[in-house]
């Protein structure tokens, strides 16, 4: 009896020991099982205020749009983004705002045959970081399965991943989908989503971390101290000296310098 237990108990857990070993060693190759990146993101440790249109979601609905919220929020540690979407109420249409997104319903489908929901963009700075978005999804998309899908496939957008049509199916959640109400076989991001994300966000923090180290160099240039710990702002002949470009990049760093602890 306890020799057949073991044997029952081996034989349950073996395929999924296998399935997780293959995942950890799993390589991921843009376009075969990974997405690419896009050309835009929200910025590092963005806290993303989240509006829903009023009277365009079900209570069921709207648990599955901010369960999507929350697996992506809980992937920021791992990726290094740091992005946390929080749900901010409602409101009766997309607004133009630091670090807002809204979501809302239209006739998507009906008007582009090729697609079931909409990333769009709202506003982006000069550095093609997103500063306001919101989300289309189709009015037929009433399931919740597919409702949390196709959330989590649009917030993937937002986070700097694009579509991967020629992924194998269930690799990633940026598939496409294979109706307006059904899922794409994912939830919520797979491991080389996170890879994809890793990269999206290494790179930004690269580049934060340089811009930071030439704004350091070049700041002590532009003040001068009045006292043991007190900066004094540059006169106004100073200022007036300063080019446009030096100004926009000192408020750059400015900005920069409150991501450094996670740098």
């Not at 697996?71 to 929080?86: D, L, N, Q």
């Amino acid at each position: 009896m306890t020799f057949s237990f073991r044997l029952v108990v081996i034989a349950l857990f073996l395929p999924l020991t296998m399935t997780q070993a293959q995942r950890r060693e799993e390589v991921c190759t843009t376009n075969r099982n990974a997405p690419p990146a896009s050309s835009y993101h929200w910025r590092i440790d963005a806290e993303v205020k989240v509006y829903f249109v009023r009277n365009m979601f079900t209570s069921e609905q709207r648990e599955t749009l901010l369960e999507a919220m929350k697996t992506w929020t809980a992937t920021g540690a791992e990726t290094g983004a740091g992005v946390r979407f929080i749900y901010a109420g409602e409101n009766d249409g997309p607004i133009n705002c630091q670090n807002c997104l809204t979501v809302r319903r239209r006739e998507v489908h009906k008007r582009d045959k090729h697609h079931y929901a909409f990333f769009n963009p709202l506003s982006l700075n000069g550095d093609r970081l997103l500063i306001s978005a919101w989300i289309d999804l189709d009015f037929a998309t009433t399931k919740p399965r597919a409702v949390q899908g196709f959330m989590a496939h649009e917030l993937g957008h937002g986070l700097g991943l694009w579509d991967c049509t020629t992924c194998k199916k269930k690799r990633t959640i940026m598939n496409g989908f294979p109706g307006i109400n059904k899922d794409n076989g994912l939830l919520g991001p797979s491991g080389c989503d996170l890879e994809t994300l890793k990269n999206v966000y290494r790179a930004e923090r690269q580049a934060a971390n340089k811009l930071i180290a030439e704004i350091t160099k070049t700041k002590p240039n532009n003040t001068t101290k009045e006292g043991p710990n007190r900066l004094v702002a540059p006169n106004s002949t100073q200022r007036s000296s300063s080019s446009t470009s030096e100004v926009r990049r000192r408020s750059l760093a400015d900005q920069l310098g409150e991501w450094r602890g996670n740098f």
